[in-house]
């Protein structure tokens, strides 16, 4: 599965999607985010079929790091029709941050 890196301009599109986007931000220098690259990746196939994937790199999008606020990377962001549900950072085990997302999209929903 590729993940789609989305360019500055495009931080519209997230607004667009009707369904759920997770998007990741990170650099290529990051180690923290070299080693979230894969568990994001993995978590992406399992929800392909239910949720938007994307990714967003700072040294490209500096633009949307500003707007948004982003200090840490991997930085891990929810939406849901356009809106941000939450943010998580730094590094994680692949079950906490699929459940946190999970978590994030779907509040009322128990067993993750």
């Known amino acids: 599965m590729n993940i789609p890196i989305i360019t500055p301009n ?5 607004s667009r999607e009707s369904g ?6 990170f650099a290529d220098w990051c180690p923290k985010c070299a080693m979230m690259s894969d568990i994001f990746l993995r978590i992406a196939a399992r929800h392909q079929h239910d949720i938007i994937f994307k990714k967003v790199n700072i040294e490209i999008s500096k633009k949307i790091v500003d707007e948004l606020g982003i200090e840490i990377v991997p930085t891990f962001i929810v939406y ?4 941000i549900l ?3 950072s730094g590094v994680l085990s692949e079950d906490v941050l699929e459940q946190r ?4 999209l779907y509040p009322n929903k128990t067993g993750y």
């Open 10 to 14: 495009a931080l519209n599109e997230i």
């Open 86 to 88: 939450g943010y998580t």
């Open 20 to 25: 759920p986007v997770v998007v990741e931000i």
């Open 80 to 83: 849901q029709k356009g809106k």
């Open 101 to 104: 997302i999970l978590e994030l």
